[in-house]
């Protein structure tokens, strides 16, 4: 019996000491993503692309209208300064305002949407195509 005793008290030490040393590496891998600049968590990341990747592949015009609806509210977001998304291909990005121009999508074609990530993982190109 005294045996035993000992055996559970050594294996919730094992436990314990395998919890103290995981809460340590996640604390490290917080405190180096600060000190290299990259503080944004993978929910951060992905509730930011969320918003874009819902319109992915084949679109109609009306769909790429609010999608690019959506990267002009998100560049003028003072919230996401550094995530700026870049749009490319059928619409050209105005000279004033550096916004896409959504008066040239017409509702009635179709688009491609397709996107690119930079080093973060986050979206920074949404390239369209007509189709």
């Given at each position: 019996m005294e045996n035993a005793s000992k055996a559970l008290i050594i294996a919730g030490a094992i436990l314990l000491a395998i919890l103290i040393i995981s809460l340590g590496i996640l604390i490290y891998n917080q405190a180096a993503g600060i000190a290299n600049g990259n503080a944004m968590s993978e929910v951060e990341i992905t509730e930011f692309n969320t918003q874009f990747t819902q319109y992915q592949g084949t679109q109609s015009g009306t769909s790429v209208r609010s999608l690019l609806?959506?990267?002009?509210?998100?560049?003028?977001?003072?919230?996401?300064?550094?995530?700026?998304?870049?749009?490319?291909?059928?619409?050209?990005?105005?000279?004033?305002?550096?916004?896409?121009?959504?008066?040239?999508?017409?509702?009635?074609?179709?688009?491609?949407?397709?996107?690119?990530?930079?080093?973060?993982?986050?979206?920074?190109?949404?390239?369209?195509?007509?189709?």
């Open positions: 609806q959506k990267v002009v509210s998100s560049n003028l977001n003072d919230n996401n300064e550094g995530k700026e998304v870049e749009v490319a291909g059928a619409v050209t990005i105005g000279t004033t305002d550096n916004d896409p121009q959504i008066e040239q999508i017409s509702t009635g074609k179709r688009y491609e949407v397709t996107f690119e990530y930079n080093d973060q993982g986050l979206i920074n190109v949404i390239n369209i195509a007509e189709i």
